[in-house]
């Protein structure tokens, strides 16, 4: 299988970042096989710092993006007016592929963690806005009558009544941002960001076995971060799992 | 039931009187004031009922009260002050709360529920818990309930809770909006009369909106017929509404059968009851008979009745040819009357049962007599019922 | 990290579009311009329209089948959670290697990144409808194909838009790397750094952005028309 030219000009791209790869005898044979086990075993550990530079691109774009979103929820609930055009604003950073993004931002923010960061978390907005809105509107109006009749203030009612029971849907939201900002994340490489990115491009592009197990770490983080969040949302909204009388 | 011990501050008075002075309120670009002018007084520790047909502007009227609807022009004062003093939200809290679709918090336990305003008011937590075990009894619910979620209870029981999360923090006033408007019939009436029973023991002011007329008869000291724009048609004791209806649209508010709702004016307990001879499991049906046979018994059959002297069933002949009283009774006992239900309740229980007669328990099941079409018709034959004076009038005084 | 000032930078990004520049990898021929811009948008589309197409015809009437029949709620929810960790760079890698290069190869992997969205939003599109509406609707004597054409699939228009939406922005994006499996796109600008230089760069940016907005506003706008008057009422 011969790569074709465009392969490797694409390989040049940002070259600060080119490695030169070791693939060892047992699968320099092996080359066109999907994945060598071998391989694999003895360098598992090259994968470390990229998973940690992942991790590194992750968490802060998830609690930029979430504060972010969450402080502009709040503020649009009360003046509803902002809603739509906080939606559309949030939607068009959203529609904007990442990878776009990327280079948009480059003559700004130049390469590096920051620029990803600031990408993702833009990316992250418009589901997090969304869903706590959503959360906060579907709070039933007799609770907030009740509660606002009994004497609670706004800013009472907000924090102890209306955002608990919001919960479940602002999780929903974070659930999906998080898995989505994990895998988007990869992209990071083209920027000179890092991440688990590099280990499926530049000279990695051509080599199997490599690319699955980044995308496997990938994907498995996603899901960790799924069920951890799924499981906070579970303990903190004890009356969701109780039956009807 | 609560005595001296209560957890409330016994010093502060347990209720305050309600005053509108020309209360009105106006939203912006309607033509006609939702409620116009309102002067209307109600005495410390009676229950008015506000009532009207729908938009009459009586829960407009009523929310004016914890200033959730706020006022235009006029005053309202509770106890000499006007609501206007104070914060909203500081009015709100020592004034009890319950509307018809109850709002209880889904996220919090039961408990948690009641106690919410006392938290808000900053009691200890031991105060908080002793109240929530004290109106749980109350209100007649199982201590146990207290750590369950909204979710897990029954219609009924929610807007129980409801009611005690009102009076948690002991509250001057209290204001209830169609609170059993959303519940079944049955329990409908269960909730009136326990509501009533907790009434005489606590003697809250209570504000309370209805649609239903008579349930306005039944629970009310007075009664504020209203119509569009609050304006209030007549202002008097069910009694005197059922009597001496002051206009046509009183008139016709209050309907046709006037003279049958006089019946609600007085509960089962308020007559002589008859007396059934009472028989136990096990007695020797020798005693029975020689009951039955006494020459002042007003009712010829025998009622089985347990240790606890709840009725069980009634009692015949077949029953009394064994030597001894058997466990289960023959006849079934039919409707099963409270002291404190309404009287055209029970008629119309008694006429729908198609029993001639029909046990009448206290509050805890115990039989406490027996009533029959004829006793009623009996009394409202007699000089005490023609009368103007009625027991029902007394009744905060019970 | 001396970056030139920013709009002078979009400027020569917007030159880049229109006219061809100097450029210094293929020495003296020209790079960029309008013919350029426009023959690699076109090839993006194509690539994003075949894509979408085929990832349409296999989820959609899946995904509303099993969302009518209320089977495969698993699946269908966990494939669209499944479907939104797989990274792209990923996909696009792999089918380079193992797979092949060239339209023919890429365009059905690129169909998988947009099946999961479209397969989940019509489940859950569909599902959504409320059961009393359907049992008025069999009850009337609607046969089932009948009942989903008439009754769940228009109620269920803007979940079902959304996720068909979610599905082409995914698939557009993941074109935008299309190049290093061998098939042109606007991508190329952004991957070539050396052969169409910085203006190239931030150029293939601004049109891949510009294209992913065109597209998501026509898709929004056949929401609208798609979906019935009553319905509308709702905003979020």
């Known amino acids: 299988m011969t790569s074709p030219p465009l392969l490797i000009a694409a390989g040049e791209v940002g070259g600060d970042f080119f490695r030169e790869r070791d693939v060892g005898d047992l699968c320099q044979a092996q080359r066109d096989h999907v994945f060598c086990w071998d391989w694999a075993r003895e360098n598992i550990d090259r994968f470390g710092t990229p998973t940690v530079q ?21 503020l649009s609930h009360r003046t509803r007016w902002l809603q739509p055009p906080l939606l559309a604003a949030t939607g068009v950073l959203y529609t904007i592929p990442s990878i776009a993004f990327f280079f948009l931002l480059l003559p700004l923010t130049g390469l590096g963690r920051d620029t990803a960061i600031i990408v993702l978390a833009a990316y992250t907005l418009q589901i997090i806005y969304r869903n706590t809105i959503l959360g906060l509107n579907n709070v039933p109006a007799s609770v907030k009558d009740a509660a606002r009749g009994m004497g609670f203030t706004s800013r009472q009612i907000l924090w102890k009544v209306e955002l608990p029971l919001a919960i479940p849907e602002i999780v929903a939201g974070l659930r999906v941002a998080v898995v989505s900002t994990i895998a988007i994340a990869t992209l990071a490489v083209l920027i000179s960001a890092g991440g688990l990115g590099t280990e499926m491009y530049g000279s990695n592009l051509t080599f199997p076995t490599s690319i699955i197990m980044a995308g496997a770490i990938v994907m498995l983080m996603a899901l960790a971060f799924d069920a951890i969040l799924l499981l906070v949302q579970r303990l903190t909204t004890p009356w969701r799992r109780v039956s009807q009388a | 039931m609560p005595s001296g011990d209560s957890v409330t501050d016994a010093s502060q008075p347990a209720a305050s009187s309600v005053r509108y002075e020309g209360a009105t309120k106006r939203y912006p670009g309607a033509a006609e004031p939702a409620v116009d002018e309102l002067t209307l007084e109600v005495p410390a520790g009676e229950i008015c009922v506000l009532v009207g047909p729908s938009g009459c502007g009586k829960t407009t009227a009523m929310r004016m009260v914890n200033r959730t609807v706020e006022i235009t022009s006029g005053d309202v004062l509770v106890g000499d002050r006007s609501v206007r003093d104070r914060e909203p939200a500081q009015l709100r809290r020592e004034i009890g709360y319950v509307i018809q679709q109850i709002g209880l918090f889904p996220h919090r336990t039961i408990a948690e529920n009641i106690g919410a305003v006392p938290q808000l008011l900053g009691w200890k937590k031991e105060r908080i818990r002793a109240r929530c075990m004290e109106l749980l009894e109350l209100i007649g619910l199982d201590p146990e309930l207290g750590d369950r979620y909204p979710a897990q209870l029954s219609g009924g029981q929610q807007q129980r809770v409801g009611v005690a999360r009102a009076l948690a923090a002991d509250p001057l006033v209290m204001l209830m909006d169609e609170p059993f408007g959303a519940i079944d019939p049955i329990n409908r009436e269960r909730l009136q009369n326990e509501f009533l029973r907790l009434q005489r023991e606590i003697r809250k002011t209570v504000l309370f909106v209805t649609h239903d007329i008579d349930e306005a008869i039944k629970l009310g000291d007075r009664i504020a017929v209203m119509r569009e724009g ?13 009597m001496a209806p002051a206009t046509e649209f009183v008139e016709d508010f209050v309907g046709a059968d006037r003279a049958l709702k006089r019946l609600a004016l007085m509960r089962v307990g308020d007559i002589n009851l008859w007396e059934a001879p009472l028989a136990h499991v096990g007695q020797a049906t020798a005693e029975v008979r020689a009951k039955l046979a006494a020459p002042d018994v007003e009712i ?3 009622l089985l009745v347990d240790s606890e002297r709840r009725p069980l069933g009634w009692l015949s002949e077949r029953d009394l040819a064994a030597e001894v009283v058997p466990g289960q009774a023959d006849s079934p006992l039919g409707p099963v009357l409270e002291r404190d239900d309404v009287m055209r ?4 229980d008694l006429l729908q049962g198609e029993s001639q007669y029909a046990p009448v328990v206290d509050h805890q099941g115990r039989i406490a007599g027996v009533l029959s079409i004829e006793i009623i018709s009996e009394f409202l034959a007699s000089p005490e019922a023609k009368s103007d004076e009625h027991p029902a009038v007394e009744r905060p005084h019970d | 990290m001396s970056a030139p000032l920013p709009l002078a930078s979009f400027t020569g990004a917007v030159e880049f579009i229109f006219n061809p520049q100097e450029s210094n990898v293929t020495g003296g021929k020209k790079v960029g311009g309008l013919d350029k811009s426009l023959e690699l948008l076109v090839k993006h589309l194509e690539l994003t329209v075949l894509a979408l ?3 349409l015809v296999i989820a959609l009437p899946l995904g509303l089948y099993l969302g009518h029949k209320g089977k495969g709620e698993q699946f269908a929810i966990g494939l669209g959670n499944a479907g939104r960790a797989i990274p792209e760079l990923a996909v696009i890698a792999l089918v380079a ?3 092949g290069v060239g339209l023919k190869n890429v365009a059905p992997v690129l169909a998988i990144l947009g099946v999961p969205p479209i397969l989940n939003n019509a489940f859950v599109g569909v599902r959504q409808v409320d059961r009393s509406t359907v049992d008025a609707a069999r009850g009337m004597g609607m046969s089932e194909l009948a009942i989903i054409r008439k009754v769940e699939l228009p109620i269920a228009v803007p979940t079902v838009m959304g996720g068909i939406r979610s599905g082409a922005i995914a698939i557009l994006a993941t074109a935008t790397i299309a190049p290093l499996a061998g098939v042109e796109t606007l991508g190329d600008f952004i991957l070539n750094r050396n052969v169409y230089g910085e203006n190239g760069l931030l150029a293939g940016a601004i049109l891949v952005a510009l294209l992913a907005l065109t597209i998501e506003g026509l898709l929004a706008l056949l929401q609208r028309r798609l979906t019935s008057d009553g319905l509308k009422l709702k905003t979020v």
Not at chain 1, 56 to 71: D, K, M, N, T, Y
Not at chain 2, 345 to 348: F, K, S
């Open chain 3, 97 to 99: 290697v193992l797979i």
């Open chain 1, 54 to 74: 992942h991790l590194q691109i992750v968490i802060p774009a998830i609690l930029i993006g979430f504060v972010v979103a969450f402080a502009l929820a709040l």
């Open chain 2, 345 to 348: 309740d029970a008629l119309a």
């Open chain 2, 230 to 242: 609050g304006r209030v048609e007549q202002y008097a004791t069910p009694a005197e509404l059922l």
């Open chain 3, 53 to 55: 197409a085929i990832a």
């Open chain 2, 300 to 302: 010829p059959y025998p």
